[in-house]
């Protein structure tokens, strides 16, 4: 199970009601495309032009952890000419934003199984890697072949064949062993398009995240889109499956019974 980089360094959101990691779902991007009757391929194109003004606007408002689902286990099942297109799409991109992604800073880190990767996708995205390993303002981790069931399935094994008794796993040691090591758990999951599912994207990790879910398409989404979501998520109240003081002092008045006489 090759793992990304390290984090080099958490750089945290610039006011504590922000959250400190944000996975997307980048969905929309064929529905995009049909409306305007474009081959999918113009969509995901589309799609990949999203990308920046969504980092910067993230920037802008102060949150430095993004996490984009790209590419899944189970993308493999679509056409070949659309799949040969994404790859050959990604590998641009590498090529296009790495400079500016270095010099502003950003770490670029990429999760999933590479292993069904070509050969020179993956010598990109390593050296997009190293070149990137040191930077500290921002974490940019893109999700290419990844899967969530795969990932922990995958760690698991790799405890195992470590000589780790499985017996006494935990769950810091097995979130430890996973593609995001080093890094906090997402606090909002965005996902565009108005699917109301995950799609297997980071399972174990999106335990407590925020769901946000919003009907615009991916290629649509921006600024705007981006602070409503901010907007929304700052004004839930989360209590990780606790109660808050003055609700369990009003459950019990409510259960209380006066002994009779």
Same mark, same amino acid.
């Given at each position: 199970?090759?793992?990304?980089?390290?984090?080099?360094?958490?750089?945290?959101?610039?006011?504590?009601?922000?959250?400190?990691?944000?996975?997307?779902?980048?969905?929309?991007?064929?529905?995009?495309?049909?409306?305007?009757?474009?081959?999918?391929?113009?969509?995901?194109?589309?799609?990949?032009?999203?990308?920046?003004? +969504?980092?910067?606007?993230?920037?802008?408002?102060?949150?430095?952890?993004?996490?984009?689902?790209?590419?899944?286990?189970?993308?493999?099942?679509?056409?070949?000419?659309?799949?040969?297109?994404?790859?050959?799409?990604?590998?641009?991109?590498?090529?296009?934003?790495?400079?500016?992604?270095?010099?502003?800073?950003?770490?670029?880190?990429?999760?999933?199984?590479?292993?069904?990767?070509?050969?020179?996708?993956?010598?990109?995205?390593?050296?997009?890697?190293?070149?990137?390993?040191?930077?500290?303002?921002?974490?940019?981790?893109?999700?290419?072949?990844?899967?969530?069931?795969?990932?922990?399935?995958?760690?698991?094994?790799?405890?195992?064949?470590?000589?780790?008794?499985?017996?006494?796993?935990?769950?810091?040691?097995?979130?430890?062993?996973?593609?995001?090591?080093?890094?906090?758990?997402?606090?909002?999951?965005?996902?565009?398009?108005?699917?109301?599912?995950?799609?297997?994207?980071?399972?174990?990790?999106?335990?407590?995240?925020?769901?946000? +879910?919003?009907?615009?398409?991916?290629?649509?989404?921006?600024?705007?889109?981006?602070?409503?979501?901010?907007?929304?998520?700052?004004?839930?109240?989360?209590?990780?499956?606790?109660?808050?003081?003055?609700?369990?002092?009003?459950?019990?008045?409510?259960?209380?019974?006066?002994?009779?006489?």
């Amino acid at each position: 199970m090759l793992r990304p980089p390290a984090p080099a360094a958490i750089p945290l959101p610039a006011r504590p009601d922000l959250p400190r990691h944000i996975g997307i779902i980048m969905d929309g991007n064929g529905r995009w495309a049909r409306q305007r009757h474009l081959p999918r391929v113009a969509g995901h194109r589309a799609g990949v032009r999203t990308i920046r003004p +969504v980092m910067e606007a993230c920037d802008q408002a102060g949150v430095h952890i993004l996490t984009l689902y790209a590419f899944s286990t189970e993308n493999w099942s679509r056409p070949r000419t659309e799949v040969s297109a994404l790859m050959q799409l990604f590998g641009e991109t590498i090529d296009r934003e790495v400079d500016e992604l270095d010099q502003n800073g950003v770490q670029i880190r990429v999760l999933g199984d590479r292993s069904r990767l070509s050969g020179r996708l993956r010598d990109k995205v390593a050296g997009a890697e190293a070149r990137t390993a040191h930077n500290t303002d921002a974490i940019l981790n893109v999700a290419i072949n990844y899967g969530g069931r795969g990932e922990i399935v995958a760690a698991v094994r790799e405890l195992a064949a470590a000589g780790f008794d499985l017996s006494q796993l935990d769950e810091e040691t097995l979130s430890r062993a996973l593609y995001t090591s080093g890094l906090p758990d997402p606090d909002l999951i965005i996902r565009t398009a108005g699917e109301m599912r995950i799609s297997n994207f980071l399972l174990w990790q999106a335990a407590y995240a925020e769901l946000y +879910v919003t009907d615009t398409l991916w290629p649509d989404f921006g600024e705007n889109a981006l602070n409503d979501a901010l907007y929304a998520y700052s004004a839930r109240e989360r209590r990780f499956g606790a109660v808050r003081e003055r609700q369990s002092a009003q459950l019990i008045d409510f259960l209380h019974v006066t002994p009779a006489g």
